[in-house]
């Protein structure tokens, strides 16, 4: 599977953009990128998905580069809520390989007022 | 449609003694998985399970034991319980319908044992 670095930590002002950027240099062609968020003390939340086109969802943007080495996870206006942990998986999308999921430090993003 | 639920959710236990870790889902997922989060850390997988009388080892199984017997109910059992079991346990579930990698967690299950 392909390792992702991102920043140990972020800050952001509430009602900006959060951008979160995460590196999978070594990325295959099937693996998509993933992305989840820990609110403290609480289950990871899913927030987005996407293999190679930007992807959008009530949540969240996914921005992945052309060849795919990196990705940015945008919140497009931040708020005190999104304080979280934010992890980035990068998987191929087969349950049987979930076991092998490796869930890294993330990176820790605190939206200020 | 509560999703996953795990009980209970604070638990101190004592040096050898065993428990059981409560995990029901309610989605109808196919694949339910049992992780640990020590702190500052990431989670690392216990045991999985593809579907109801299949079970697998994870990363860290080792004082661990777990059974499907339906597809909703996936309890994991500690036995003789040691202070290096001492952590926060997420069971989490998923369907290859909405993205195999798409897991759905419970609230946590937050165990000393002293």
């Known amino acids: 599977d392909a390792k992702t670095t991102q920043p140990t930590s972020m800050d952001c002002a509430e009602g900006r953009a959060a951008n979160l950027p995460c590196n999978h240099s070594?990325?295959?062609?099937?693996?998509?990128v993933y992305w989840y968020r820990q609110i403290h003390s609480q289950g990871p939340q899913y927030i987005i998905h996407g293999l190679k086109n930007n992807e959008t969802n009530e949540m969240a943007s996914l921005i992945i580069t052309e060849d795919r080495k990196s990705s940015t996870l945008i919140l497009p206006h931040a708020t005190l809520r999104d304080t979280a942990v934010y992890y980035c998986i990068v998987r191929v999308p087969n349950a049987g390989n979930n076991r092998k999921l490796i869930w890294g430090l993330g990176t820790s993003l605190a939206v200020n007022p | 449609n509560a999703g996953v639920t795990q009980t209970p959710k604070f638990r101190i236990l004592k040096i050898g003694q065993s428990m059981t870790l409560q995990c029901t889902q309610d989605?109808?997922?196919?694949?339910m998985y049992w992780y640990r989060q020590d702190p500052g850390m990431g989670l690392k997988l216990i045991y999985y399970?593809?579907?109801?009388?299949?079970?697998d080892k994870g990363e860290v199984p080792n004082g661990y034991n777990v059974s499907r017997s339906t597809t909703e109910d996936f309890p994991l059992r500690l036995e003789l319980a040691a202070p290096s079991q001492t952590s926060v346990y997420f069971c989490?579930?998923?369907?290859?319908?909405?993205?195999?990698?798409?897991?759905?967690f419970g609230a946590g299950s937050r165990l000393t044992v002293l």
């Open positions: 070594t990325i295959s062609g099937n693996e998509y």
């Open positions: 989490a579930s998923s369907s290859l319908d909405s993205g195999a990698n798409v897991l759905t």
């Open positions: 989605m109808n997922h196919n694949y």
């Open positions: 399970s593809v579907g109801a009388g299949i079970t």
